[in-house]
Nanobody, 117 residues
Framework: QVQLVESGGGLVQPGGSLRLSCAAS????????MGWYRQAPGKQRELVAT???????SYADSVKGRFTVSRDNPKNTVYLQMNSLKPEDTAVYYC???????????WGQGTQVTVSS
């Protein structure tokens, strides 16, 4: 069993920045792909960004050039640096991890990000 705990959400003005963190804990696991999804009110959960164990990244078109995903493998932690935030980035952000050796998917509890003046 793996637990994912997010931190770093909050209220920020348009154009501002936030950094989300997600730490994984448990026993006898290997973190494969990690990343972030988000869900805005009345909308489906959508992919924001992912990073493989080797460091390859992918991003939703809506956040390219503004968000950066990274990870610290020894700390079992993934980060999302969000710059130039827009009101449409407002959502609950969920940490995601695919865990070996059986490729199980785990989710964090979610952290609220609100972009508003």
């Amino acid at each position: 069993q793996v637990q994912l705990v997010e931190s770093g959400g909050g209220l920020v003005q348009p154009g501002g920045s936030l950094r989300l963190s997600c730490a994984a804990s448990g026993s006898s696991f290997t973190l494969l792909t990690m990343g972030w999804y988000r869900q805005a009110p009345g909308k489906q959960r959508e992919l924001v960004a992912t990073v493989t164990r080797g460091g390859s990244t992918s991003y939703a078109d809506s956040v390219k050039g503004r968000f950066t995903v990274s990870r610290d493998n020894p700390k079992n932690t993934v980060y999302l640096q969000m710059n130039s935030l827009k009101p449409e980035d407002t959502a609950v952000y969920y940490c995601y991890a695919r865990v070996g050796p059986y490729d199980y998917d785990y989710w964090g509890q979610g952290t609220q990000v609100t972009v508003s003046s």
